[in-house]
């Protein structure tokens, strides 16, 4: 089965910087889609950020609104493990960040990913 294993999550100051990790296994990594949501309490999940498989030669990467500019997705394929940089935190992306991946996601259908990691507490402190 697909395991998605989160790290990299802390406590840091408005401005600040953390790279979340996120380690996948069960699954031929390059195949899938891979992408990152988060939750803060009492509100819904939210796309945060996605990058596609492998079209070619060619990567894609998407990226809410709200954290373009600020947040990097990367991914390592030989590690199978997908990263988000976060720099120039703010108060409001406090939030448990989780790791999705997916066979067949799209753009358009940014909520819809296959298999979730178990999440990463991310406070920024104003």
């Known amino acids: 089965q697909v395991q998605l294993v989160e790290s990299g999550g802390g406590l840091v100051q408005a401005g600040g910087s953390l790279r979340l990790s996120c380690a996948a296994s069960?699954?031929?990594?390059?195949?899938?889609?891979m992408g990152w949501f988060r939750q803060a309490p009492g509100k819904e999940r939210e796309f945060v950020t996605a990058?596609?498989?492998?079209?070619?030669?060619?990567?894609?990467?998407y990226y809410a609104d709200s954290v373009k500019g600020r947040f990097t997705i990367s991914r390592d394929n030989a590690k199978n493990t997908v990263y988000l940089q976060m720099n120039g935190l703010k108060p409001e992306d406090t939030a448990v960040y989780y790791c999705?991946?997916?066979?067949?996601?799209?753009?358009?259908?940014?909520?819809?990913?296959?298999?979730w990691g178990q999440g990463t507490q991310v406070t920024v402190s104003s």
């Open positions: 999705a991946a997916g066979q067949r996601w799209t753009y358009e259908n940014r909520n819809e990913f296959d298999s």
């Open positions: 990058i596609t498989r492998a079209s070619g030669r060619t990567y894609y990467a």
């Open positions: 069960g699954l031929t990594f390059n195949n899938y889609n």
